[in-house]
């Protein structure tokens, strides 16, 4: 799977948008781009996903740049619950056979009142 | 409501001795999956179940076994086996076994050795 890079730690007042940038410039045509959250001692909660277009659910928008190489997810009023690590994956493993979810480091987002 | 429900939450074990870690899910997902967190760490594959009655080895296999008799449950047993046991283990189901379907995931459980 491409490595992804993502900033350790951001800010965002509550009620405002939280964008949460993630690099993933060795992406290859077939993996998909995900997203996914940890709060301490939870299980990770999926988020989103895409693969070349924009995405939308109920939680967030997933925007990919048009060559790939990047990536934004878009919390559009940010809650105090909205405070864990964001995980952004890169993931192919129909064709590099490698199953589990590998996540980063991550960005560390406080939402502030 | 519909989701993923591990068992128990925190669990301790004696040396030499097995346990049994729950997973149940009621999402009628064929797909399931146990990883294996360890502090600053990302998750490590164990094993994962494409459907019911078959199973294969993840990453880090050894020490450890499943079952899938029941589409809904995926139950991991930790053996004496596993040197080193002490983890975050966490439960996954996925709607299929694909690259564009997300794994949801359980809480959950916290083992630890006595």
């Known amino acids: 799977d491409a490595k992804t890079t993502q900033p350790p730690s951001m800010d965002c007042a509550e009620g405002r948008a939280a964008n949460l940038p993630c690099n993933h410039s060795t992406i290859s045509g077939n993996e998909y781009v995900y997203w996914y959250r940890q709060i301490h001692s939870q299980g990770p909660q999926y988020i989103i996903h895409?693969?070349?277009n924009n995405e939308t659910n109920e939680m967030a928008s997933l925007i990919i740049t048009e060559d790939r190489k990047s990536s934004t997810l878009i919390l559009p009023h940010a809650t105090l619950r909205d405070t864990a690590v964001y995980y952004c994956i890169v993931r192919a493993f129909m064709d590099t056979g490698r199953r589990a979810l590998t996540f980063g480091s991550g960005t560390r987002l406080q939402v502030q009142p | 409501d519909g989701g993923i429900t591990q068992s128990p939450k925190y669990l301790f074990r004696k040396e030499g001795q097995n346990v049994t870690l729950s997973c149940e899910q009621n999402l009628n997902h064929d797909a399931m999956y146990w990883y294996r967190q360890d502090p600053g760490q990302g998750l490590r594959l164990i094993y994962y179940s494409q459907i019911v009655n078959d199973f294969q080895k993840g990453d880090i296999a050894e020490g450890y076994s499943v079952s899938r008799e029941k589409k809904e449950s995926f139950p991991l047993t930790v053996t004496s086996a596993q040197k080193n046991p002490t983890a975050f283990y966490l439960c996954?189901?996925?709607?299929?076994?694909?690259?564009?379907?997300?794994?949801?995931f359980g809480d959950g459980t916290r083992l630890s050795i006595l």
């Open positions: 996954a189901s996925s709607i299929r076994d694909s690259d564009n379907q997300p794994q949801h």
């Open positions: 895409g693969l070349k």
